[in-house]
C-alpha cells in the first residue's frame, strides 16, 4: 500500500489486529520492508505491525538529499501512523533506523510506548565534531569505488546469511552510490549533532554476538547509561541481528513487552 506524503509516495504494510498494541519497524540504510518479514510471521498474533520502506529505498520515493534525512524520514512516518490513526506505539528500528525512532521519542514522547534498537547507535552523547573528517574521506573513498565493489564491502562484515548478504548487495544497487554515501554522510551527522539528553522511554537493546568488539561495547555503554533499559545478547548473529537470528530477537521482544505490561499493572 502506498501512503501519498509530502515529499511523495511512501510504501507501506500493516499486519496483526486493529486494537494490539501496535509495534512499527524502520530499516537500515540500502534496506526495505522486507528485512522484518522474520518478525511479522511471529508477532502479528500479539501486535498490530506497521512495516515501510524509508524514502530513497524499496518502493518509497526519492527526497532532495539537501534535507537532513533522520528528520523528514521521522517526520514522514509520523505522518504515515497518523493516516492509519495511529496514536502510539512501540518503535523499532535497525541500525539507522534506530535513529530515527530516536528522534521520535526526543520530539514526540507522547507517541512512544517504547522503543527497540536493534544493532543501533545512540544520539546520546553527541559524538566530537572532529568525527566530519570522515564525511569527507569517505566520499573520496567511495566516489572512487564501483557500485559491486560499494556493495560487497557493506555487504561483507553486516550478516552471517548468504541469502542477507545477497539483499544487502541488491539494495546498495537500487539505493544507488549517490544516495548511499549521502546516507552514510548524514549518519555522521546524527551523530555529531546528537542529543543533550538520555532516553526516557524503556528501552530494549539487541544486538549480536558476532558484532566487532567496538560496537558490543557501545551497546554496554548505551545500557549502562539509560536507566530504563534492557539488553540482550543474540547467538549466532551479526549486524543483520534480526535476521541472522530471528526466533531469538521474536522472543526477546516478547519477553521486553510482556515486561512493560508487568510494569504498567497497578501494585
Request: charged share 20%; glycine share 6%; with cysteine.
Amino acid at each position: 500500500m502506498y501512503y501519498n506524503s509530502d515529499y511523495g509516495d511512501i510504501y507501506y504494510e500493516v499486519y496483526g489486529v486493529e486494537g494490539n498494541p501496535t509495534l512499527v519497524f524502520t530499516h537500515g540504510v540500502t534496506m526495505d520492508h522486507k528485512t522484518f518479514y522474520p518478525q511479522v510471521e511471529f508477532l502479528k498474533d500479539h501486535f498490530r505491525i506497521v512495516i515501510w520502506d524509508m524514502p530513497l529505498h524499496g518502493k518509497s520515493c526519492n527526497i532532495d538529499t539537501s534535507f537532513r534525512f533522520s528528520i523528514t524520514a521521522a517526520n514522514i512516518l509520523l505522518d504515515l501512523l497518523d493516516y492509519l490513526e495511529i496514536e502510539k506505539g512501540i518503535f523499532a528500528g535497525l541500525s539507522y533506523g534506530s535513529i530515527i525512532s530516536q528522534h521520535i521519542a526526543y520530539e514526540h514522547p507522547e507517541k512512544v510506548i517504547a522503543l527497540i534498537a536493534i544493532s543501533g547507535q545512540s544520539l546520546y552523547p553527541k559524538r566530537n565534531k572532529l568525527l566530519n573528517i570522515f564525511k569527507w574521506l569517505l566520499t573520496l573513498v567511495l566516489v572512487a569505488k564501483t557500485n559491486k565493489s560499494i556493495a560487497k564491502s557493506f555487504a561483507k562484515h553486516k550478516t552471517n546469511s548468504s541469502e542477507v548478504k545477497k539483499h544487502l548487495e541488491e539494495g546498495v544497487y537500487n539505493v544507488g552510490k549517490k544516495n548511499y554515501i549521502y546516507l552514510n554522510k548524514e549518519l555522521i551527522n546524527d551523530l555529531v549533532i546528537g542529543s543533550i539528553e538520555k532516553i526516557k522511554c524503556p528501552l530494549l537493546i539487541l544486538y549480536g554476538d558476532s558484532e566487532f568488539n567496538s560496537v558490543k561495547k557501545m551497546h554496554q555503554k548505551w545500557h549502562s547509561s539509560t536507566p530504563r533499559s534492557k539488553i540482550v545478547k543474540i547467538d549466532n548473529a551479526n549486524h543483520i541481528t534480526n535476521q541472522d537470528n530471528p526466533q531469538e530477537v521474536n522472543e526477546a521482544i516478547i519477553n521486553f513487552y510482556q515486561g512493560l505490561i508487568t510494569l504498567a499493572k497497578p501494585s
